[in-house]
């Protein structure tokens, strides 16, 4: 089967190295790819925004099989092109459409929509940029922690938690006036704030028929102890021990259920992953967001627990039948450690060479934001590996990937050294 995954990140090399495992002969292409997936796939040098060489690469390679990664070429409608295109419509594809995708497109719209279909999350008021006035008048009226999220995508950096009024007050400007995030925080929702602790929730959904995969947890702050600036992600555990059975009956009941129910009801075309954010609060969950994709770091320890075939899985899903599939998941714990470039996330340089890679490791090695140059693996990108391992006990698996991190160097390299502290 011809196979084609779109995005650059740990996520598709993680995807690739699971439809590898397949008893079913594939040929797996990746746009655009890194140095990973090079071992794995063809990779083609095109952009994800670049609708129009994706259908040359889908018709030039026969593809058949069709899985959008990142979150940017569902929201900008990728699904939607090829099945309005009647020249490749009839690739199977696994990726909502572009309205299912405002899920994660559009903080405001999510929230309307949870508060429709009475899933329980955090109140919130949603502030334009001819509306600055009413929004730092808001926040002089509510309790810190003030939660500002930008309304589009910001590479998981969008979301602002301040402690002082001014700050916030300062922040909310920089985001409605200053583009601090650009277009995406032209509109801005201020959020209550929820004390808890979080974990991620992935789906597996055909439009009818949807299957739970592993639950996670993910770090998103740069620094030890959750501090600093947020990240796409700097590590991740699965499963997560303090979800439990009734915990999980709870989110089963409040939360998946109603969104999955509302997403058929509002008639959204949406056939793919769907990650929902929740938060325990006093034993209570409440969504905080929604991602119409696959996590990343979180993939990288969600696909090893499966146990069953992935491609099979992507096929049903993308043909309606995910009813056929029984999920059958290893009970090993994982953890995944992420090596980021210094300075990371605000600038930092690319090019560094990386040594250690071919030495035998107690780990499984993801790339994210690397490229081969000759005989040389380089950095490409704030966040560079996934350095996976597994055990029966967290801190035996949390050990073996800092053991293989201690045998892998760059220059500036950097990672969290309390991944898991909190479980």
């Known amino acids: 089967m011809n196979v084609l995954i779109i995005g650059s990140g740990a996520r598709e090399h993680a995807f690739c190295w699971k439809i590898k495992q397949s008893k079913k002969p594939t040929n797996l292409f990746v746009i655009p790819g890194n140095a990973g997936t090079a071992e794995l796939a063809k990779n083609v040098n095109i952009p994800i925004d670049d609708f129009k060489k994706i259908k040359e690469i889908i018709l030039k390679h026969k593809i058949q099989l069709l899985i959008i990664g990142p979150e940017i070429p569902l929201i900008n409608g990728l699904s939607d092109f090829v099945k ?36 329980p999350t955090a109140p919130y008021k949603t502030f334009h940029q001819d509306s600055l006035k ?15 999220k930008a309304d589009g995508p910001a590479a998981g950096k969008g979301v602002l938690i301040i402690n002082d009024l001014f700050n916030a007050k300062e922040e909310l400007i920089n985001m409605l006036s200053n583009n601090k995030f650009g277009k995406s925080g032209h509109k801005v929702v201020i959020e209550g704030f929820l004390e808890g602790i979080e974990l991620s929730c992935f789906l597996l959904f055909d439009g009818e028929s949807y ?9 998103k702050r740069i620094g030890d102890g959750d501090l600093g600036l947020n990240t796409g992600g700097m590590g991740s555990i699965s499963p997560v021990p303090f979800a439990d059975k009734e915990f999980i009956s709870k989110v089963e009941k409040k939360i998946i259920k109603p969104t999955i129910d509302g997403i058929i009801k509002d008639g959204i075309d949406y056939v793919g992953f769907l990650f929902i954010g929740i ?72 090019g560094k060479k990386i040594i250690g890679l071919d030495q035998n490791h107690d780990s499984i ?20 590996l996934s350095i996976i391992s597994k055990s029966s006990e967290l801190s035996i698996a949390l050990k073996k990937s800092y053991n293989t991190i201690s045998s892998i160097d760059f220059d500036k390299k950097y990672y969290r050294k309390d991944i898991g502290f909190d479980l």
């Open 365 to 384: 090695i993801l790339h994210a934001g690397t490229k081969k140059e000759g005989n040389q693996i380089l950095t490409n990108g704030g966040r560079v």
């Open 279 to 350: 938060i325990k609060v006093d034993d209570e969950p409440y969504v905080i967001e929604y991602n119409v994709r696959m996590g990343d770091p979180e993939t990288q320890v969600v696909l090893p627990r499966i146990k069953n075939d992935f491609l099979d899985m992507m096929i049903n899903t993308a043909n309606g039948n995910l009813k056929s599939i029984t999920l059958e998941t290893e009970e090993s714990i994982y953890a995944n450690v992420v090596m980021v470039s210094g300075g990371y996330p605000q600038s930092y340089e690319k």
């Open 211 to 219: 299957l739970n995969l592993p639950n996670a947890k993910d770090y």
């Open 84 to 119: 309005n295109d009647n020249e490749i419509r009839n690739t199977l594809l696994v990726g909502p459409s572009k309205n299912g995708s405002r899920l994660e497109g559009s903080k405001d719209f999510s929230k309307e929509f949870m508060l429709r279909h009475n899933i």
């Open 134 to 148: 009413e929004g730092i008048k808001y926040l002089s009226e509510i309790s810190p922690p003030y939660v500002l």
